[in-house]
């Protein structure tokens, strides 16, 4: 059967079709950021909005980085064992892009490392507005709204319906809120460590789990959300594409913002079990309502049959005949293989073949 009329194939695959509108847009917007500041370089501008343009391009880089790469194993993996059998087959090559993929995750910094430079970054300036008063603000406006944390703290979780929750607006609020509250409890786990005598170093190397690495994440899935956002808003943006690029928005915002369920709980943000239903109500809702533009949407970022050279990626759709004719493009698969006696009529004797290794 056609694999979008089950229902959990589409709960497992298209909030990743969501996902890659969602780092499509992100990444170009961050291309844009980094021509500017390269600009800014080549000008020989050494004002302080330069300097702070660096560190912002090095928070947003060492964050993102573990992002991308995350999502496109887990992705990868899931469509191969959405595929069944038929995933692991080599001519399929999900398993090639599961090895291409891999190495994202550790080369150019492993990703749990690289999070720990954009936590850092997040920290220096909440000390500076606890301490000197500094007000947060950044070139690119990723963190400008961390000024704001006492008052968003106070916010809470107000969609009633599963409609109201559809709208990503929800998730953005509910995204700003989780950074300032792992902000602050990240602030707060760092000063428990060094205050049991612990140096600059082991101190935040203890504060990483549940804490500054879920901080780092949380922000850069935060500004990858807030920017898809504004491309749904932006007039420019055609209106004939608002309203499918709206529901890939609350989508991938509410599938992201659902990992983080035990924290809003921890921070009282969310309270009984009405608001985690409406998020799993509104998340399948989503993959319903995209499920007919499925194919059109991948088809905007896939590459050609021939670049693909996938028998179960075909655009033809005809999965078992492309397989079949796969097979019988191979070397000598209508011929024996020289081993075929050993099956057959000369079976040898049991036990009496050894293991050359």
């Known amino acids: 059967?056609?694999?979008?009329?089950?229902?959990?194939?589409?709960?497992?695959?298209?909030?990743?079709?969501?996902?890659?509108?969602?780092?499509?847009?992100?990444?170009?917007?961050?291309?844009?950021?980094?021509?500017?500041?390269?600009?800014?370089?080549?000008?020989?501008?050494?004002?302080?909005?330069?300097?702070?343009?660096?560190?912002?391009?090095?928070?947003?880089?060492?964050?993102?980085?573990?992002?991308?790469?995350?999502?496109?194993?887990?992705?990868i993996q899931e469509c191969r064992e959405a595929c069944g059998g038929h995933g692991y087959l080599a001519m399929n090559r999900l398993g090639d892009l599961r090895d291409d993929n891999d190495p994202n995750c550790t080369y150019e910094g492993d990703n749990n490392v690289l999070l720990q430079q954009t936590s850092n970054y997040l920290l220096s300036l909440f000390n500076a507005k606890l301490h000197d008063g500094v007000r947060i603000q950044s070139p690119f406006h990723t963190v400008d709204f961390l000024d704001d944390f006492q008052r968003?703290?106070?916010?809470?979780?107000?969609?009633?319906?599963?409609?109201?929750?559809?709208?990503?607006?929800?998730?953005?609020?509910?995204?700003?809120?989780?950074?300032?509250?792992?902000?602050?409890?990240?602030?707060?786990?760092?000063?428990?460590?060094?205050?049991?005598?612990?140096?600059?170093?082991?101190?935040?190397?203890?504060?990483?789990?549940?804490?500054?690495?879920?901080?780092?994440l949380i922000y850069i899935e935060h500004t990858c959300l807030q920017r898809f956002f504004e491309l749904t808003t932006d007039q420019d943006t055609p209106a004939g594409l608002r309203s499918v690029l709206r529901r890939l928005c609350a989508l991938y915002g509410l599938w992201s913002l659902s990992n983080h369920m035990a924290a809003l709980y921890q921070g009282n943000y969310v309270s009984g079990r009405r608001p985690a239903e409406l998020v799993q109500?509104?998340?399948?809702?989503?993959?319903?309502?995209?499920?007919?533009?499925?194919?059109?949407?991948?088809?905007?970022?896939?590459?050609?049959?021939?670049v693909l050279n996938s028998p179960a990626g075909n655009a033809d759709g005809q999965l078992y005949k492309n397989m079949w004719s796969s097979v019988m493009q191979g070397a000598q698969v209508l011929e024996r293989p020289s081993w075929w006696k050993e099956f057959c009529s000369d079976k040898p004797v049991v036990g009496s073949l050894r293991a050359r290794l």
């Not at 194939?9 to 917007?29: C, E, G, M, N, S």
Request: charged share 25%.
């Open 1 to 75: 059967c056609d694999v979008w009329t089950v229902f959990l194939q589409q709960w497992r695959l298209i909030p990743y079709l969501a996902a890659v509108y969602a780092l499509d847009h992100f990444t170009k917007t961050t291309f844009m950021n980094l021509i500017e500041f390269q600009l800014g370089q080549m000008m020989r501008d050494n004002s302080d909005r330069q300097a702070e343009m660096g560190k912002e391009i090095h928070a947003i880089g060492c964050s993102s980085k573990p992002l991308g790469s995350w999502t496109a194993q887990r992705g």
């Open 281 to 306: 109500m509104a998340i399948l809702t989503l993959c319903s309502e995209l499920k007919d533009d499925a194919v059109a949407l991948v088809d905007v970022f896939a590459p050609t049959d021939f």
């Open 152 to 216: 968003i703290l106070e916010s809470r979780f107000t969609a009633q319906t599963v409609e109201e929750c559809m709208n990503p607006e929800v998730s953005v609020a509910a995204y700003r809120w989780l950074v300032c509250f792992l902000l602050e409890e990240s602030q707060r786990r760092l000063e428990q460590q060094k205050a049991l005598g612990k140096d600059d170093f082991d101190a935040r190397n203890d504060s990483q789990v549940y804490y500054c690495r879920s901080l780092a």
